[in-house]
Structure formats: C-alpha cells, structure tokens
C-alpha cells in the first residue's frame, strides 16, 4: 500500500451523525404509497444509495410494488420536500472524535473529501448545520449530482481524485458506514477500504463487502493508518 493522501468520507452515519433520518425519510415516502417496510429493510437495501435509486432498490426487494418506476418516481417526488422540512428541525453533529481526526489528516497534507449519495442541496444544508466549509473543514464534497454513475461505481472517487490533483487511487482511502461505499472503493481499486459501525450497517453486513478494516468509528482511523500518511 502506498502513503494515503487522499481520504475519501461518506458522510450520513460515517462522519455526520443525522439519527438515520434520511433513511426514516425513505421509509415513510415509500410507506406511504401503501407498503409496510420496515427501517432495517431500508437500511439492507438502500443505505448509500443515489436516493431515487435506494428507493426503487427497497421497492424491488420488499414490496409486491407492480409498477415499480413509477411508483418509485411518486415517492422520490415527495422525498426531497419531506426530507427538507425533517431537516429544518434536525439537530445535525459530527460523531465524537471524527472533527479532531480530520484536522489531524489535514495537518499533515492528507487530502480530506466528503461524499455521498445526497443530491448538492441536501447535503450542503447539512455542511451548514454543522459550520463546516470547504477549503477550512474539509478539502471538497463531491454529492450524486456531480457524477453520471452514483455508488457502487466509482466516479465520486475519481472527481475528488480529480478536484485534489491526486493521481493514483492506491493512494486513496474511502470509508463509510455500508456495503455500497466499500464497494465503490474497491471498484475505484482505492488502497484502503474501511467499514465503519456508526451508521447504516452492522459487523455482518459490512463483512460481505471485504473492506480491510472495520472500526466502530472513523475516530479510530488514525490508528489504522499509522505511519501510512
């Protein structure tokens, strides 16, 4: 493994402690046009996930939906409405540890890059929630509405390589809290995959994507990497 320079973050459930209410938020568009699925069905099936996409996942996987595109169409129209006015009142936080772990990584030139499965609105409104701001907190947020081809393919990976300057994915490291963010990493072939236990998904479901550690908060990273920075 090469000297990291770039950390990739997801951010709901790996750096932003939002209580799963985006999650709770597809949870209740969905149940709403008739089914009964329940919040760990949503987190299986579409933790991480572009949230048009995690939707029509959980529709396919555990409902008796019939005409699933335009249902899930329905439902994704009422999820950014519900999902703003949610996160009008939303007390949003960092996990313990995670703003110190970050400045520490940026300290020493590590690049420091949030990304994830949120469209740009919504997760700017959570960067204001917290204080945080680009160039100061963090080095870049690549969201789903950057990229042609959300998680598990690689190209949020790519653009924060490309907006960092970086050149080689093995100096890449990529954590978040499920399977779909392991996988991306692995498919933009990053050198370190890291499964973390503060948000979407347990021990066992993180295992089946094979990341190279697992930890119970992005907290414990620097002693993962050690001398590796």
Request: with cysteine; aromatic share 4%.
């Amino acid at each position: 493994m090469k000297n990291i320079k770039l950390v990739v973050l997801d951010m709901a459930g790996t750096t932003v402690d939002e209580d799963n209410v985006v999650y709770k938020t597809v949870q209740k568009v969905i149940n709403e046009k008739g089914f009964n699925v329940s919040l760990e069905e949503v987190l299986a099936h579409g933790a991480g996930k572009e949230k048009h996409q995690a939707i029509t996942d959980v529709l396919k996987a555990c409902t008796n939906a019939t005409d699933i595109p335009t249902v899930a169409s329905e439902a994704f129209a009422n999820f950014k409405p519900t999902l703003k006015l949610t996160y009008a009142k939303l007390e949003v936080k960092s996990f313990p540890g995670v703003k110190e772990m970050m400045e520490g990584l940026r300290s020493k030139g590590v690049f420091v890059v949030l990304n994830t499965g949120y469209d740009r609105s919504t997760a700017s409104s959570l960067l204001l929630k917290l204080g945080w701001e680009t160039g100061k907190d963090i080095d870049g947020l690549v969201t789903a509405d950057d990229v042609t081809n959300g998680r598990p393919q690689p190209d949020m990976i790519y653009k924060a390589m490309d907006l960092c300057d970086i050149k080689d994915s093995q100096e890449v490291l990529k954590a978040g809290d499920s399977t779909i963010d392991i996988e991306e990493g692995k498919n933009a072939k990053c050198g370190l995959t890291i499964g973390v236990l503060t948000g979407a998904q347990n021990e066992v479901q993180l295992k089946t994507a094979q990341p190279d550690y697992i930890l119970p908060s992005l907290a414990s990273l620097p002693e993962v990497l050690g001398s590796n920075v």
